[in-house]
Structures are given as structure tokens and as C-alpha cells.
């Protein structure tokens, strides 16, 4: 079974997409083609969506269903006329905290990924700009680090540390396991002075080889033997050193980053 999901906005639509991939995750039986129709602000944009979705009605046979974050109801009613189902994802808290607060919404549109307070936006790009200096042990001065993430080469270290920066302003290096590391089983000496803010990154030896191979084809490095000699190398070492460790293979960035901020204990606000 197929279905057409659209995710309209009157903004980027990156809520109403992040939100409604999550539910969507739910139903393995259904697959999903989906559209995303950003800044749909005004009466025309939302007449030439209502449209687009209607021909996909009409082409496909099948419903459409729209994740819906548009302020204002007159354009969420226009769109509505396609006659696609319309999730409205803000409408099941507006009412009751307008309630609770005693006041009303503001109906600003695009307001969840504006640029509302400086100071968390400057936070966002001062992690970045330290997990772009502190990647695979570039610059190795971790007194500032958060967090420093450990493994072999190609196990997620990378975007996963760009990511805590981009959402939670989190301060992440890493540091890429060698071969001789791994011949020694001992933590290398720069590392030794961080190990509260060590966490560990592993992945499947065979998943590992295929990404290595993208990058490096017929080399050694991504040879599986390899791969299985690394891994297992670096699993003793974490063991050894009770660095807790976890295995990138069949998880999401979003995931990994949540386990480590709660593992390590980092609380920081998600922009």
C-alpha cells in the first residue's frame, strides 16, 4: 500500500515534516511518498497547493494526508478544500495551554525556526564552529569539550557531533581511534585528562566496510578483516577503560545524540 503525505507550512515546514516522519515511522505495512510545500503564507500559495494536492487525489486515487502547521485558519480552510485529511499538528495544545496561560497565540508565522533569541543562535554557531576544529583530532586541546566522542574512522563521530552543535549548542570533538591506539589498548595520553566526557561509538563490521569502501575503494581500510580487527580492538578498549559505548548501525544521528547527552548527563536546551 501507497500513500501521498504532504507537509504544508506556512514556514519551512521543518516541524510539520520532523513531527509527522516520526508518526509515520509507526506504520512499516504503508509506504509513504512524501512532499514537503514550505512558506504557504498567503491566499495564493494556499489555492496552488490545495490544487497540487487535489491532482495527486485525482492521479492516484488514493486520499492524501496533510501534516499541517499553518497559523492562520483561513489558509489551513483553503488547503482543507483539496479534500485530503488534515492534521493539524498544533491544534490539540493551542486551545488548552491558551486556556491554562490565559492568553492567545500570536499567530506568528514561522516563529519555532526564526531567529528569535541571538544569544542561543550565536551558542548553535560557536559549537559548530568547535566541532569543525575539533574533528578527528585536529586541534586536540579539549579543555572546553563537552563531550568527545571515541571510535574508529567512519563510525558516525562527525555528523553526530555536528548535530548536538546545530541543536543543543553542545561543545563536541572526537577523536579517531589509530591503529596504533588499538594496537596498545590504552587510552592515548591526550585523552587521559577528559575521560568523564569520553563516550564511545562502535558499528557492525560489515556496515562499516561498506561506507569505507564508498570512500576508499579496494583499500585496505576497508577491507571487512580490517573492519572486524578495529572494532573488536576498540570494544577491549572501552571495556577496559568503562567507556560506555554505542553501536551506530541501525540508529538515527537524533537518537545517538539523545542517548549520549542523557548517558553523560548534559542538559542543555533543544533550538
Request: glycine letters at 6%; aromatic letters at 8%.
Amino acid at each position: 500500500m501507497r500513500r501521498t503525505i504532504f507537509y504544508v507550512s506556512d514556514g519551512t515546514g521543518i516541524t510539520a515534516e520532523t513531527i509527522g516522519h516520526s508518526v509515520l515511522t509507526q506504520f512499516d505495512s504503508v509506504s509513504f511518498d512524501t512532499f514537503r510545500l514550505p512558506f504557504v503564507d498567503g491566499e495564493d500559495k494556499a489555492h496552488a497547493a490545495a490544487t497540487r494536492i487535489k491532482t495527486m487525489y485525482a492521479q492516484s486515487g488514493a486520499r492524501p494526508i496533510v501534516v499541517n502547521t499553518i497559523m492562520d485558519k483561513r489558509l489551513s480552510d483553503i488547503v482543507a478544500e483539496s479534500g485530503a485529511l488534515m492534521l493539524d499538528v498544533f491544534a490539540p495544545f493551542i486551545g488548552p495551554l491558551e486556556a491554562e496561560l490565559g492568553a492567545p497565540r500570536s499567530q506568528r508565522v514561522g516563529k519555532a525556526h526564526g531567529l528569535n533569541d541571538f544569544t542561543e543562535y550565536e551558542a548553535r554557531i560557536n559549537a559548530t564552529n568547535y566541532a569543525l576544529t575539533h574533528d578527528d583530532g585536529v586541534d586536540v586541546n579539549y579543555t572546553d569539550a563537552d563531550v568527545i566522542l571515541v571510535g574508529v574512522s567512519r563510525v558516525g563521530k562527525t555528523p553526530t557531533c555536528l548535530y548536538m552543535a546545530l541543536h543543543y549548542g553542545v561543545k563536541a570533538a572526537n577523536y579517531p581511534l589509530t591503529e596504533e591506539d588499538l594496537d596498545r589498548l590504552e587510552l592515548p595520553p591526550r585523552l587521559v585528562p577528559y575521560r568523564p566526557r569520553l563516550y564511545g561509538l562502535s558499528i557492525e563490521p560489515r556496515r562499516l566496510a561498506e561506507v569505507r569502501e564508498a570512500r576508499r575503494p579496494g583499500s585496505r581500510y576497508a577491507e571487512l578483516r580490517q573492519c572486524q580487527w578495529e572494532l573488536a580492538q576498540a570494544d577491549k578498549l572501552f571495556r577496559r577503560e568503562n567507556i560506555a559505548v554505542q553501536n551506530t548501525t541501525c540508529t538515527s544521528i537524533e537518537e545517538i545524540a539523545s542517548k549520549i547527552l542523557s548517558e553523560l548527563g548534559i542538559e542543555r536546551q533543544l533550538f
